[in-house]
């Protein structure tokens, strides 16, 4: 059973791992998708969480940065 999104849906996992066989145009499609959730919706998630929860954004900051040490 799924608990939902994070930043990719299930199926953007599967198209953006290779596991689902797409075509080329759709591929592009899905990964112009994320990359705009990124760049436009992910700051404002960020800053909420800064804001009000920064236990949450901690263990953000650690699974994002996880192999930068």
Do not use: F, W
């Not at 059973?1 to 953006?16: D, N, V």
């Amino acid at each position: 059973m799924s608990e939902g999104r994070a930043l990719m849906t299930e199926r953007e996992r599967e198209i953006l791992s290779g596991e689902a066989d797409v075509k080329d145009n759709y591929r592009y499609k899905v990964e112009s998708q994320v990359r705009n959730r990124i760049s436009k919706r992910m700051q404002d998630d960020v800053e909420i969480l800064r804001e009000r929860y920064p236990e949450m954004m901690e263990q953000l900051q650690d699974i994002v940065c996880e192999d930068e040490d």
